[in-house]
């Protein structure tokens, strides 16, 4: 079996485990408490002990139904690392209010969504809390006040954000006391921007490594029909036969892990056997190569 390690997620920052498990779609899985529960110990007993929330998924429910599942066992909390995002304000029946979705980086809001947060995962605090989106009204002195708040409060042990550009990164940085200690980007073979527009050279500076999110492009590189999908689908399916992978999904996740950042990839499956087989692209190597194979399968050109 292969092991998975925890590996310390930035210099200053918690250790993570290598893979995390992601729980947006954790509304979609029709499992009781129990089963909720029994999930989140089986894919512990594997070495995934990182867990990926936000305060919107599902609709401001998946964190809700985690805690009803973890509630059942406390004792179980002392061994996961929980990450949850904010900023996100959903318009909807929950919110009548409100007339569009928006953003709000506020000391206020923020600090409200982490009381929220806390109270629907059942926990008394949360190991990292990210801005989940880039905010054009983000103050980064009041995000400072807010993140400061939290941590003398013991709410929240460290800071990150989720999707933030290099600039926007280093602006909030610049008025911290404490380093952040990640950036959750989009990294898949279908959408790797972040290589190119320095995001993972940032991140590779500082050495903090990113949480990758969206590895597996939400499907499409299995059932897409645009040319594009169809390329890298092939590679992926040449490289899986050459490195003995059993799907081209341990590939993707190889491909991902093989960035120079050292990406932690979050699975979205409910599955554990899915969780398994992710854990097993471990022990895959990619050479240079492959990797540029699969970059120019969705490039669509060489390289220049």
């Not at 920052?13 to 009781?32: A, C, K, N």
């Not at 594997?46 to 009803?68: K, M, P, R, S």
């Not at 950036?183 to 073979?189: A, L």
């Amino acid at each position: 079996m292969t092991t998975i390690k925890k590996v310390q997620i930035s210099p200053q920052g918690p250790e993570f485990s290598e893979l995390v498990q992601g729980y947006w779609r954790l509304g979609d899985w029709g499992m009781s408490s129990q089963e909720r529960l029994t999930f989140l110990k089986q894919h512990i007993e594997l070495g995934v002990t990182t867990v990926d929330h936000a305060d919107i998924y599902g609709y401001y429910e998946c964190e809700q139904l985690f805690g009803e599942g973890l509630a059942l066992d406390k004792s179980v909390r002392d061994q996961i690392e929980i990450v949850t995002k904010c900023d996100i304000k959903l318009c909807g029946d929950k919110n009548p209010d409100w007339k569009v979705n928006h953003y709000n980086t506020s000391q206020s809001h923020i600090v409200e969504s982490v009381n929220n947060s806390l109270q629907r995962l059942q926990v008394e605090d949360i190991d990292v809390l990210l801005i989940h989106r880039p905010d054009a009204l983000m103050d980064a002195d009041e995000v400072a006040e807010a993140f400061s708040e939290l941590k003398q409060a013991g709410k929240v042990k460290h800071f990150g954000v989720s999707n933030f550009t290099p600039r926007q990164f280093e602006l909030l940085q610049s008025r911290l006391d404490a380093p952040l200690v990640t950036n959750q980007v989009e990294i898949n073979p279908l959408n790797f921007d972040v290589v190119d527009d320095g995001t993972l050279d940032l991140l590779q500076q500082l050495r903090v490594k990113p949480m990758a999110w969206s590895c597996l492009a939400g499907g499409d590189i299995f059932n897409g029909t645009q040319e594009q999908h169809i390329r890298v689908r092939n590679e992926l399916e040449a490289i899986a036969q050459e490195v003995g992978a059993s799907s081209i999904d341990q590939v993707i996740y190889a491909w991902v892990r093989r960035l120079p950042s050292k990406p932690l990839p979050i699975i979205g499956s409910g599955k554990i056997e899915r969780v398994q087989a992710a854990i097993d692209a471990l022990k895959i190597e990619l050479t240079r190569e492959q990797w540029f194979r699969v970059w120019i399968a969705s490039k669509g050109h060489g390289v220049p």
